[in-house]
């Protein structure tokens, strides 16, 4: 049970991740008084196309090789969600606030990262039970 809820997790962080990527033009219409240059380098085409891109290679890798038990896969999620973890604080003052609920920061965003390394660690210690067992 913990494994299908770990793969759960996994496909809605990146469904999250694919939902901010398209939904960025959006929310940049929609907020014209926040800072154009930052809005910018989410909403331009390449940023946007890139996010879609990591969010199907991440639902692919879990549907396919993750509910296979296959560990190269979940380390190559884990290395996707790391990267994209390390490039969005680097890039986003907002996501450095996003502890203090009374300032407006990057929560999906940080919602979708717990969401998947939360699925990611179930579904690797579901997978070193049952190889265990396996052994038995």
Do not use: N
């Amino acid at each position: 049970m913990p494994r299908k809820i770990g793969l759960v997790l996994i496909v809605l962080c990146y469904a999250l991740v694919l939902y901010f990527s398209l939904s960025a033009p959006a929310y940049a219409r929609a907020h014209p008084h926040l800072d154009p240059v930052m809005l910018a380098q989410y909403t331009s085409p390449w940023p946007v196309a890139l996010g879609c891109a990591l969010a199907f290679v991440g639902i692919i890798l879990t549907l396919i090789p993750i509910r296979r038990g296959e560990r190269w896969a979940v380390l190559t999620c884990l290395a996707m969600l790391i990267i994209l973890f390390a490039t969005r604080m680097a890039s986003d003052p907002r996501c450095l606030v996003v502890l203090d609920p009374h300032q407006h920061g990057c929560h999906t965003f940080m919602i979708a990262m717990v969401v998947g390394v939360v699925g990611l660690v179930l579904v690797g210690f579901s997978g070193t039970q049952r190889r265990a067992g396996a052994k038995h």
